[in-house]
């Protein structure tokens, strides 16, 4: 499986940014599909998660009410971020699982990972 997460950038607080995730790889296209951040110094942390139905979500607190996962086909899943913040500053990561599962809030809880995109919000 192979991620490419892209849609990045600089924007201000309040701003918004949509990031996009792309998959390939897998022959049914059956992908789960979380995204994760790690701000500098920090280590990285979930912020959204999609089935690969599009059936289910789930967000982390800090983001819930302000960005939005969604899937635009099979392989490619979107991340709008409104209402941005300062804090929200990080490298995002998209990452995929074989199986779906409301619980897996962990980096380790996924086994394929894409590069990260750089997301800067200014105040």
């Known amino acids: 499986v192979q991620l490419q997460a892209s849609g990045g950038g600089l924007v201000q607080a309040g701003g918004s940014l949509r990031l996009s995730c792309a998959a390939s790889g897998r022959t049914d296209n059956s992908y789960n599909i979380g995204w994760f951040r790690q701000a500098l110094g920090k280590s990285r942390e979930f912020v959204a998660a999609?089935?690969?139905?599009?059936?289910?979500t789930k967000y982390a607190d800090s983001v819930e009410g302000r960005f939005t996962i969604s899937r635009g086909s099979p392989t490619t899943v979107y991340l709008q971020m409104d209402s941005l913040k300062p804090e929200d500053t990080a490298v995002y990561y998209c990452a995929s699982r074989i199986y779906w599962s409301r619980y897996a809030l962990t980096p380790a809880s996924y086994e394929y990972w894409g590069q990260g995109t750089q997301v800067t919000v200014s105040s």
């Open positions: 999609v089935s690969w139905s599009g059936n289910s």
